[in-house]
């Protein structure tokens, strides 16, 4: 069996939840993409724990957690989630697999992210500032430096040093300082010694377990709408987050997939710049965000809500080949007399598919809206489908005709085990 878990939305629909209750019997637990840009959160018994680069499945006691070639590694915060997970007592040296291929993010990197995004002035993107751009623009280019780099350390200082040497000089050039190669070697001679004994060939591993039909359960970052490719560019990600990118990411070959998982927020949310279609503002979006808690795993910033965008989840879930939905945050809805959906766009009076739009139209369009009657008890506790108000259910089902993919998990509340299997 292999799974595939990915956001239908822009990202943080809550897939660490749900990767986190797949991955209880999963053998394997894949992270292929995107770097420390992306937050997952897993709450346990009201605890919560964030994750950033290591797969959400660690917490679970059967799988090993692979970091697998589409992944680029910030050494500050890999080190960070290392030092928690093992003062938890799991063991990272079998738990934990890091492909070589893997791209480091360099302290240059940040700054060119921060420096490009100051210069785009009013125009911004709404980067995370991770370097996580910077580090894909020199992978492509051919003036990255992987995990491979690292674990031969007079190979990477030479690499380090004129790759510094160069990033330097766009450095001074934006009026920032340039970077002192020596200040940073102790941090990536700490990450060598420590990741060394976990450094393997990952796609020997993918295939062996192929071959014996292990579960492989793939973790995805982000959401369909900030794929580099088929997202609204330039307002995306740097990697790609769609189906596709397993192949791409991890070596797993695509086809293989039994079971594509959609998850979707039953809201809309995103951070940073570009066209949100159904954006509230004002009351409405203020308590929505309150009660969702909507504020960046990675930044805290708060994010911007509207009303569920159906055409852009239908998009995503013919996309992708999305055959499984997982519903997340229902509960934030109740209390509200009325709740909207998204069921087409019109551009000057038109009718316009999502595929049509790039960032110009979405700004100008008009959302064409579906009322629902909403529900003011309290879910949180439901574990029955039949047991969800009625108008809560007809929500659900009208949201599952609409895509014409089954609706298999409605999430209740952050906690792990609030979650109804239909």
């Known amino acids: 069996m292999i ?21 209880e019997k999963a053998d394997l637990v894949v992270r ?28 679970q006691k059967k799988p090993t957690v692979v970091i697998a070639d589409g992944t680029v590694i910030d050494p500050d915060v890999l080190l960070e989630e290392m030092d ?11 738990k934990l697999v890091i492909s070589p291929r ?17 210069a785009r002035g009013k125009n911004k993107l709404g980067t995370t500032k991770r370097g996580i751009g910077p580090v894909y623009a020199d992978k492509v280019s051919y003036n990255g430096i992987r995990i491979y780099e690292l674990l031969d350390w007079p190979l990477f200082v030479e690499k380090f040093k004129f790759q510094a040497e160069i990033k330097n000089k766009i450095l001074v050039a934006f009026g920032v ?4 190669v020596e200040t940073y070697l102790p941090v990536f001679k700490k990450l060598a010694e420590r990741v060394r004994p976990m450094v393997r060939d990952t796609f020997a591993i993918f295939q062996k377990a192929i071959k014996q039909k292990k579960y492989i359960l793939l973790e995805g970052a982000h959401g369909v709408m900030l794929d580099n490719s088929f997202g609204l560019y330039p307002y995306v990600t740097a990697s790609n987050v769609i189906e596709g990118g397993v192949n791409i990411g991890s ?24 066209p949100l279609p159904t954006e509230l503002f004002e009351k409405t979006a203020d308590d929505i965000r309150e009660r969702g808690y909507e504020y960046g795993t990675t930044t805290g910033r708060p994010r911007r809500v509207g009303w569920l ?17 997982a519903i997340t945050k229902i509960d934030i809805l109740s209390g509200l007399s009325q709740i909207k959906v998204c069921v087409d766009y019109k551009l000057d009076g038109k009718k316009i598919e999502f595929s049509q739009c790039g960032y110009l139209e979405l700004k100008k369009l008009e959302p064409v809206y579906k009322n629902f ?10 574990k029955s489908f039949k047991k969800l108000p009625v108008n809560c259910q007809k929500y659900i089902k009208f949201v599952e005709k609409y895509l014409e993919v089954k609706i298999k998990i409605v999430s209740v509340s952050p906690e792990r085990k609030a979650s109804i299997f239909v």
């Open 3 to 23: 799974q595939l878990v990915i956001g239908s939305q822009w990202g943080d629909e809550g897939k660490g939840k749900i990767v986190d209750i797949m991955a």
């Open 32 to 59: 292929f993409h995107g770097g420390n840009n992306a937050g997952h959160t897993v709450v346990i018994n009201g605890k919560k724990f964030p994750f950033h680069l290591i797969p959400s499945g660690i917490l």
């Open 84 to 94: 928690i997970f093992e003062k938890m007592g799991i063991n990272l040296k079998k």
């Open 102 to 118: 893997c791209h480091l993010i360099m302290p240059y990197h940040k700054e060119l992210d921060q420096a490009y995004e100051n």
């Open 177 to 180: 300082i340039p970077i002192k």
């Open 251 to 274: 070596g797993v070959p695509s086809k293989k997939i039994d079971e594509v998982w959609g998850i979707v927020k039953a809201y809309t949310s995103r951070v940073g710049g570009g």
């Open 309 to 325: 965008d159906l055409p852009a989840v239908k998009f995503a879930c013919l996309l992708s080949s999305i055959n499984r939905i």
């Open 373 to 382: 009657d909403g529900w003011k008890e309290d879910i949180s506790k439901i």
